[in-house]
DNA sequence: TAGCTTTGCTATTAAATTAATAGCAATGAA
DNA sequence: TTCATTGCTATTAATTTAATAGCAAAGCTA
């Protein structure tokens, strides 16, 4: 799968906006769920994929790629890590958890 | 496709965890970008297909009931726009925007 | 040094999702 | 009554994801 590259056209988007970029990659199987699981402590390949659900390793393999060309994790010696850039992004995503929380109490609340 | 209802069950997740359930929801192609692009005004189906750059007309119709169905938005006179708790989850995803421009520079810089 | 375990994957196939396209029914204006 | 617009549905093809088996490399352990 082809990396979404601020710039360049990706996957649904012609535009190439950085957003958009982002959308893609953050868009794809169980990529925001790694960088979710990543941001407590490193995990090798086979500590995330059990983080992770059992994420079959294809998917896991791919997206690990993805996530170290688009600067967000590397590996150091204790496994993959969440880089500068990485932690940065987390920042962002993390007030999500808090706001899913309030989003849940709405399908107990309107019975969905 | 089964629509991701926190406490139970997702795609990928059996925990139901409510931030999984969103991240699912989330993950699914165009479902970000269409709440980036209801966020200015209301927009009829065919404007918004449009503004998400000719997406087929089959997954918008599935993402607009996913999306109708998790509270994130409603059908006005004017066309669909983002319900109240739409305008809370878009106010969170709103800094990745700016996040997105710098993230962008780094491709350049670093020529990946 | 011959096994056994752990780790990080690759390979294969099947299932599910997304994309692309055509086109139709309903509404409204001319 | 015709024509354009809108909101879709239907169909098929392409792509992505899931599920599973298993292998090569590295590191114990006996």
Known sequence: MKLPVPGSPVRGSQS?????????????????????NLNEDALNFRQLQQK????????????????????LITRSEDGYVLTETGRSLF??????????????????????
Do not use: Y
């Open 52 to 71: 992770c659900e059992s994420v079959s390793p294809g998917v896991l393999n791919t997206r690990l790629k993805e996530l170290r060309q688009a600067f």
């Open 16 to 36: 190439g906006q950085p957003i958009m970029a982002l959308f893609d990659l953050l868009g794809r199987s169980w990529a925001m769920g790694i960088l979710w």
């Open 91 to 112: 920042s962002l995503l993390q007030p999500l958890g808090k706001w899913s929380l309030e989003w849940a109490q709405q399908f107990k609340t309107d019975h969905a």
